[in-house]
């Protein structure tokens, strides 16, 4: 089959976590002999600071990185109808311009061949509702929602014919154990500051218990202000700026464990959805300790694959622990890696989405798809302007897939 992915970028992974995510299924679909394409715009938010941040090798990079992967940017005025062309899967994710959302559920019910599905990796179902609710999807054959309580949001709301939990995992093509590399400090933190959603959260189970302990640390990510970097810089972290996703691996194996902190929105709204980093960090064999966080779900083991710490104390005690006992390390480390490798790699996803397919592809007959009448897509200004209110993400940078992070 030949599955097109509508994206915020697949190279840029700057501030824009659904990038590592989509790259491990796109790669495990050309490896089980499908095509694979990707489209993102050419002024994406993402692609747009990694290019300011960086510059022009970091695309680069990715060619090199992942020379099986490709993306074409798309500009105003790109023929979607030509590129859609053969394709029998168009996946599109939620930071997609509106506009282009609802033109391509309006090419799905004119008569269009392809299964289409929209995919959903973010809060804004909760903290942006009304956004959400402006976008078209009627056109929609089903909604990939990336946990449970984000599908029951869209059921609640009446978005979207059907709603599947599709959850994120692992590449773990990518990311896997290096052995031979040996630890060299303490602890890694990998992820970015956001707008205010994780700030204290940041102080309490990072920054405090290292500068108590005097602990070797990292911290690799984007967006920090003057005060975050004066905070870490007080405490004896290192800041590190940007760190291509494919470098990640490395860097954990270089330290002795990490920390997964998550945004505020999933812990008083959609529990049960962790960090992509989650699935990476574990697929990488480094043990780590968790600020609160209710996997709702149960997607892993508490205290078996990882540690919980409900405060700073107890985060503090928490990485005291593992550095003093290695063979709990050792076994956090083992039990991660066997419960990614056993649930939550990309291929398990891929499995998940071609069984979605299949089940679609039955209830698809009892829809009514009209035949196609006109390939155009309605332009009228009073449907744009209903839409655009959801720019107002792009120009205040908010919408950045910060969360994914």
Known sequence: ?????????????????NAHFLRGVMRDLIRRGHAAIAYEPADGWSRENLLRDQGPAALDAFSRQFPDLRSRPYEPGFNHEVALAGADVVVVHEWTDPVLVARLGWLRKSGAG???????????????????????LDGYDGVLAFGEPLR??????GWGHQVFTWHEGA????????PDIEPRRDLVWVGNWGDNERSQEIRDFLVEPVRALRLSASVHGVRYPAEALSALEEAGIDYRGWLANAGVPRTFAEHRMTVHIPRRPYVESLPGIPTI????ALSCGIPLISAPWDDAEGLFRQGTDYLMARNGAEMTARMRDLLHDPA?????????????????TCRHRVDELLAILDDLGGNLKARAIPEKVHSGFPSGNAEKQRVRAFHRFHETGKGSQEAAE
Do not use: C
């Open 1 to 17: 089959m030949k599955f097109v992915f509508y994206t915020h970028s697949l190279v840029s992974d700057w501030n824009h976590g």
């Open 114 to 136: 392809f299964t289409l599905l929209f995919h959903d990796t973010h809060h804004r179902a909760i903290s942006a509702r009304q956004d959400i609710a402006r976008l078209d």
């Open 152 to 157: 029951q949001r869209y059921l609640d709301a």
């Open 171 to 178: 590449d773990d093509a990518l990311f896997q154990p290096m």
């Open 277 to 280: 980093r989650v699935f990476e």
């Open 328 to 344: 709990l390390a050792a076994s956090l480390a083992q039990n991660g890696l066997e419960t990614i490798r056993a649930r939550h």
